[in-house]
């Protein structure tokens, strides 16, 4: 049993704590996916366009992003 | 090992810029205007047209009123902003006890296929022991790869975590709407339900597993199982809490990357009516998606349904008993009729 009101203060403190830190972890989650989703597509169209599989840069990527962003 | 060449965006012109730009545009756009596919497994009456609906925002009649199906179902609709849902309704890997090759093959080629799979387990329930010796029997038939796909992919939900009453729910009431929160000695509870489903359903995978979570730069932590690279960490096995525990104590600076790993392969106790650790699932979710599938599902978060806070209103309907003063002959409680 619930032992008093401290104890219901401290469950309700931890759990809208958890709660906001999931709500930011769900945000995040889905922007690192996009990202990384985004770095995959951008390899595969630069070994098309360049007729090569290679690496391609963190700059290679932001620009394709900022541009995707801005269109 | 030849290394991979690095390409620079120096070393491409600006036609051949604007092709991979134009190129990156139409794959993406023609991934998330495919429908989003989600599987999701359970036995009758767990609850999972009930999750479906405050997770992606559909309208699913709920209650038990369906008759028991033995093929998987197909339905699709669409969500709020036009996007095409495909949910398969798979029928409980416990509720058959003589699968056919032909049913086995059918069943492992939807979980293939799906970009979401869902495993819903009543929190109450105890013959979870039924459903993972099928699903092991499942999964043998598949190639390495497949097994490995398919695991990987898999969320385990424990559904109707509002029923497992006592200890109680404490509703955390601000102005009109609220959170329901679980008491301490409930959270115990769950943690302990949590743990057996855990050990029944994840742990026997280990082999199989990984988890992924996102590296925000800091984090440079190597071992034979523990990886990472400029976007993600990744851990190669069954990153349970005693794993957890492990890295957290030697590296307590990365506590929350190791937190996040944490996340992949936790059996989460969710309440769809007390919108209960629905945010968690979600992130589950999302670490499991492939390459491409989060632009289909980035298609459909704005039509979720809140994933936290009840209204007043709502919650007054949930309680279960009143108390008649039998004496009086008045109601001595009534949660419908207090007045906050």
């Not at chain 2, 097994?147 to 109680?168: E, Q, Y």
């Not at chain 2, 209204?311 to 002959?329: C, H, K, Q, T």
Request: glycine share 6%.
């Amino acid at each position: 049993m619930i032992e008093d009101d401290d104890d219901i203060t401290r469950a309700v403190e931890a759990r809208r704590r958890e709660d906001t830190e999931y709500v930011a972890r769900l945000d995040d989650a889905v922007q690192h996916r996009d990202e990384t989703a985004i770095e995959h597509l951008v390899r595969n169209a630069v070994a098309r366009v360049v007729g090569r599989v290679a690496d391609v840069g963190f700059d290679v990527v932001r620009n394709i992003w900022n541009w995707l962003v801005s269109h | 090992m030849a290394r991979t060449e690095l390409i620079s965006v120096d070393a491409l012109d600006e036609h051949q810029l604007d092709r991979v730009r134009q190129s990156v545009r139409r794959e993406r756009d023609t991934e998330a205007n495919k429908a989003l596919s989600v599987a999701i497994m359970g036995q009758s009456g767990v609850g999972k047209s009930s999750l479906l609906n405050v997770l992606f925002g559909t309208h699913f009649p709920v209650g038990d009123v369906k008759p028991a199906t033995r093929e998987p179902q197909a339905i699709s609709v669409p969500s709020n902003s036009g996007h095409t849902l495909t949910f398969w309704d798979m029928p409980g890997l416990g509720d058959s006890e003589d699968l056919d090759a032909g049913y086995r093959a059918m069943y492992l080629e939807k979980l293939a296929e799906c970009d979401v799979v869902i495993w819903a387990m009543h929190a109450d329930s105890r013959c979870t022991d039924r459903e993972a010796r099928h699903l092991r029997r499942l999964l043998d038939d598949a190639d390495p790869g497949a097994r490995r796909r398919i695991v990987g992919k898999v969320t385990h939900v424990l559904t109707k975590a509002d029923l497992l009453t006592p200890p109680p729910w404490i509703f955390d009431m601000r102005g009109e709407r609220g959170s329901f929160v679980p008491s301490r000695p409930l959270a115990g509870r769950m943690e302990v339900k949590a743990a057996h489903f855990e050990q029944m359903v994840v742990e026997p995978w280990g082999d199989l597993l990984s988890a992924h979570t996102y590296n925000n730069g800091e984090f440079a932590v190597r071992d034979d199982r523990l990886g990472f690279d400029r976007q993600t960490v990744t851990y190669r096995g069954h990153f349970s809490r005693e794993v957890c525990e492990r890295y957290t104590a030697a590296h307590p600076e990365h506590a929350d990357v190791f937190s996040r790993l944490r996340d992949n392969h936790r059996v989460l106790p969710c309440s769809a009516l007390f919108r209960f650790n629905l945010a968690a699932l979600m992130v589950n979710v999302v670490n499991k998606l492939g390459p491409t599938a989060i632009f289909r599902f980035q298609r459909v978060l704005d039509d979720v349904a809140e994933l936290a806070g009840v209204p007043v209103s709502a919650m007054r309907e949930y309680g279960n008993f009143l108390v008649w003063d039998g004496i009086r002959g008045t109601r001595a409680f009534d949660l419908s009729q207090l007045p906050f």
